[in-house]
């Protein structure tokens, strides 16, 4: 099928006012990696670009606090639910088919959840499955807002994410709740189910499944969808607008993954693990950053150092907390 009919369409969209987000920061997200707020208070301009009247008046209507974009090909739509900055601006993408939907990825925040999930109700089809992309917290933790409203929906992910989770999960959420209180998860959701590589169709939509390792996190799931020309490439490739997640350092094979997707010729829509959808010349800019982000490691001693070089060879990129955090992380054991 041709994805003659793709166009983004922004449903809704209700930013996150830069004094609210001040005074979410002051109380909650400054202790933990210290943000630096100009940049990540600033909007997104493509949500901007992607903006209709109609979507002006949809999230007047709903007071929803994240954005959904709308990617249709045909009968099937891609709806990617965007968090605000304080939830880390984490995507869920709910991928609908004729009868069906099959979530991937749970936000950090409850709340955020939440919306998913009743964005998800309204669109009046069950819920084939939920599958996790990576052991990371901001992408699992309100999987127990999803499951609690979709009790029948099993969850899916990689062999060897669960273990992941149930080995590390319980910590990592106790280490957010003085910051988010009562919107972090109060369980920890272990996947039940394990994703097999290769190509699956699920609700007559097909799904090549990949799996990736040594990248921004160990273990990372992506996947094609041959027919929209569409790829899912989570946390493996970031925006042209924000900075990376480098805490893994795993830079070399990093790079070695992104070539690999680069060869993947005719997915020119990239689902990704953070902010709005991209076209494919952001493998490129990814490559850029992470080989900048290895040079500035190799260079660096000490983190305060890999920061501060960091965000001055990106100077315009949001979310510098990324490089907050993974500054601390790299260093955080002798080298
Ligand atoms: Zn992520």
């Known amino acids: 099928m041709l994805p003659s009919n793709s166009r983004f369409q922004r449903l809704s969209q209700a ?60 009968p099937v739509k891609i709806h990617s639910y965007l968090s605000p900055t304080d939830g880390f601006h984490v995507n869920t993408q709910i991928i609908e088919g004729p009868t069906a939907v099959v979530i991937f990825d749970g936000q950090l925040l409850l709340p955020y959840a939440g919306e998913v999930a009743s964005y998800v109700q309204a669109l009046g ?14 992408h699992w933790s309100g999987l127990q807002a999803l499951t609690e409203r979709f009790p029948d929906a ?32 109060t369980k920890v959701t272990v996947p039940t189910e394990i994703i097999a590589e290769g190509v699956q169709r699920i609700d007559g939509i097909t799904y090549d499944f990949k799996r990736f390792v040594d990248a921004e996190s160990d273990l990372q799931l992506a996947a094609l969808l041959p027919e929209q020309k569409v790829l899912m490439a989570f946390d493996l490739v970031f925006s042209p607008n924000e900075h990376l997640f480098t805490g893994a350092d795993h830079f070399d094979h990093w790079m070695t993954v992104l070539e690999q997707l680069k060869v993947l010729q005719g997915y020119d829509t990239l689902t990704i693990g953070h902010d709005t959808p991209v076209n494919r010349s952001a493998i490129d800019s990814t490559i850029t950053y992470v080989k900048r982000a290895k040079e500035i490691h190799a260079a660096s001693t000490d983190a305060k150092t890999y920061n501060e070089s960091l965000k001055a060879a990106f100077p315009d990129l949001q979310h510098a907390e990324w490089v907050d955090l993974s500054a601390k992380l790299l260093y955080a054991s002798p080298r």
Not at 19 to 43: E, I, K, M, Y
Not at 155 to 178: K, M, N, T, W
């Open 15 to 74: 930013a996150l006012s830069r004094s609210r987000f001040l005074q979410l920061a002051a109380g909650a997200l400054l202790p933990f990696v210290g943000l630096r707020l100009s940049a990540a208070a600033a909007p997104n301009p493509q949500l901007a670009q992607n903006g209709g009247a109609s979507g002006t008046k949809d999230a007047a209507a709903s007071g929803r606090m994240g954005a959904i974009l709308v990617n249709q090909f045909g």
């Open 154 to 185: 099993r969850v899916f992910a990689l062999d060897g994410v669960a273990d992941q989770i149930r080995a590390r999960g319980q910590g990592r959420l106790d280490s957010f709740r003085p910051i988010y209180g009562d919107r972090i998860a």
């Open 125 to 138: 089809k069950p819920v084939d499955r939920i599958i996790l992309s990576h052991a990371h917290t901001d």
